[in-house]
């Protein structure tokens, strides 16, 4: 029986409610049946009233056609015989009427002596009306005034009296009579029905409060765990499946919920287990995906130090091959002295130095991604670097016709670093002022020692750079707009470069420009006295 207790108490409510609907239809019935029994009385009582009232008034009538036939009056011979066969079939009918009206009121149980005074009154006026047809036929023998007289007071003797009692007073209590059972009646039926409609408001509220009471007890009783399952139906929709449903009772919702509980416990479960399964896969994954982008990048990193390493080449090694080239063409115009050849070939060959020096460097740069340089630090003279610089440039204005002008202390100026490296900056300045120069231009180097500092300055007067590309010069294969114009063939490696090894000498460089009157660099050093070396060591900077 457990496994039905919500079912067992939802059809109790249900029961209750019908037998008490049952209830108030019995009651109703009663109630109909006693309002029907007081109309159907009223209606025999109604009928026989108007029997009565029927034989009185045809009794009235008979009574004027003997007057007027034994006055001799205007009349119908016929219609004395036919008042009277009227008056007889009325008694009938209202004698069958008392009757059923006895029959009825023994049946209800109601008193019977009002009946039985009406059968003998109708009793006496059916012997009256039997009494009346030799009369009516005594009254055509009747003509003279003597004889009329004799013959109507026989006549009203048969009318109204009958066993020795006075037909009138008979017929009139008998007529007051029924139309006072007609009223009582007519009024109990009144009372049943108002009686009824009380009854069947009254049960109809208390059953209607009874189903209402009913109706929410269940309502309760479903709303509370429907909802209870309801929100843990959305709970395991959005994956919560920890959640658990309250089980208060013991019927059939709460078996329920314990069912859906355990479903969810049992999920949960599986869904640990998937997870644990689904991270382990997921680590296995990650490993194996950042082996394979550790070798991608190491890939990636090798083809970029390649290509990095050809376009450094190419634009590293022009400038030497530049200087080398001129002063080759130079020492092969007309006729020089030994010493000319000698000079012009020890430039050839600093420029070949310098040239393996920078494959050295490039060769180096591209074993890494961090760009790694190796300096020979050591105390220099600055303007040998500068001098060699120049010279080497000098090849390069030649063919461009541009002219070099210098403004240069002829003091010594010790400063710490690699001369090759210093070389190297001061080189790609000189080259950058002559190549971005117009032809038959002309290049202004100066250098000065100002408060510990030594300072190199490159002005060219040539395109200039833009205003908003300005920040950006130094950044690896940058080139303005300007200088691609100029110069297609570029690769915005040489400024990169330069600042690279003039940090690593913790110097700077700085430019500025303008569109008008060219470019300007700035090359500044610290002096040694500002720096310690105490011998020549070899650096590595980024």
């Keep these: 029986m457990r496994r039905f207790d919500f079912t067992i108490r939802l059809v109790s409510a249900f029961g209750v409610l019908a037998i008490l609907i049952m ?6 019935r009663h109630i109909a049946t006693e309002a029907e029994q007081q109309v159907i009385r009223g209606r025999y009582a109604g009928d026989l009233l ?10 009235q009538r008979l009574r004027a056609w003997s007057l007027r036939t034994l006055i001799g009056a205007e009349h119908a011979p016929g219609d004395g015989e036919i008042l009277r066969a009227h008056l007889a079939a009325t008694i009938e009918q209202l004698q069958r009427i008392s009757k059923e009206t006895h029959e009825f009121d023994h049946l209800a149980g109601a008193p019977i002596d009002d009946d039985d005074a009406r059968d003998e009154a109708l009793q006496l006026l059916s012997g009256s009306v039997i009494a009346l047809k030799p009369a009516i036929e005594d009254i055509k023998s009747h003509v003279g005034a003597e004889d009329a007289r004799t013959a109507w007071a026989s006549i009203e003797t048969v009318f109204d009296q ?12 008998t007529i007051a009579k029924e139309r006072s059972q007609l009223s009582i009646k007519r009024a109990n039926a009144d009372a049943a029905l108002l009686q009824l409609n009380r009854v069947l408001a009254v049960m109809t509220f208390i059953t209607a409060l009874i189903g209402m009471g009913l109706a929410y007890v269940i309502a309760e009783a479903i709303r509370r765990p429907l909802q209870q399952m309801s929100e843990g139906a959305k709970a395991y929709e959005s994956g919560q499946l920890e959640h658990r449903i309250p089980v208060t009772t013991t019927d059939e919702f709460g078996r329920f919920a314990t069912s859906i509980n355990r479903m969810a416990s049992e999920l949960l479960l599986r869904r640990n287990e998937e997870a644990n399964h689904r991270i382990v896969l997921e680590q296995q994954v990650r490993e194996r995906t950042s082996a394979l982008e550790d070798a991608l990048s190491r890939l990636r990193a090798s083809e970029g130090r390649r290509r990095s390493l050809l376009a450094d080449i190419s634009h590293e090694l022009r400038t030497p091959t530049t200087a080398i080239r001129g002063e080759a063409e130079i020492a092969l115009r007309g006729q020089k002295a030994d010493d000319d050849y000698r000079a012009s070939l020890g430039r050839i060959g600093q420029a070949a130095s310098q040239m393996g020096g920078l494959i050295d460097d490039l060769l180096m740069m591209s074993r890494s991604e961090d760009e790694t340089l190796a300096l020979n630090t050591e105390p220099i003279d600055i303007a040998s670097p500068l001098e060699e610089a120049l010279l080497s440039a000098a090849a390069l204005a030649n063919q461009r016709s541009i002219t070099i002008t210098t403004d240069i202390e002829d003091t010594e100026t010790i400063v710490t670093g690699d001369a090759l490296r210093l070389r190297q900056v001061i080189a790609i300045l000189l080259d950058n002022a002559i190549r971005y120069s117009p032809h038959n231009g002309h290049v202004e180097v100066s250098s000065r020692v100002i408060e510990n500092t030594w300072r190199l300055v490159v002005q060219d007067h040539g395109i200039g750079i833009e205003a908003d ?13 300007n200088a691609r114009l100029h110069r297609p063939e570029g690769t915005g490696l040489g400024l990169s470069i330069a600042r690279h090894l003039a ?3 913790d110097g700077t460089i700085t430019l500025s420009s303008d569109s008008e009157q060219g470019t300007r660099a700035m090359f500044r050093l610290p002096l040694l006295e500002d720096r310690t070396v105490p011998e020549p060591v070899v650096e590595t900077t980024h």
């Excluded at 209830?23 to 109703?28: A, E, I, M, P, V």
């Excluded at 108007?50 to 009794?59: F, H, M, P, Y």
């Excluded at 009958?162 to 209590?173: F, K, P, Y």
């Excluded at 590309?469 to 707009?481: D, G, I, M, T, W």
């Design 23 to 28: 209830s108030q239809g019995l009651l109703n």
């Design 162 to 173: 009958g066993a020795g009692r006075d037909l009138r007073e008979v017929l009139n209590s």
């Design 469 to 481: 590309a300005l920040p950006h010069v130094f950044e690896r294969n940058f080139r303005s707009k």
């Design 50 to 59: 108007s029997g009565l009232l029927e034989l009185s008034a045809t009794k």
């Design 503 to 505: 940090t690593a000498h």
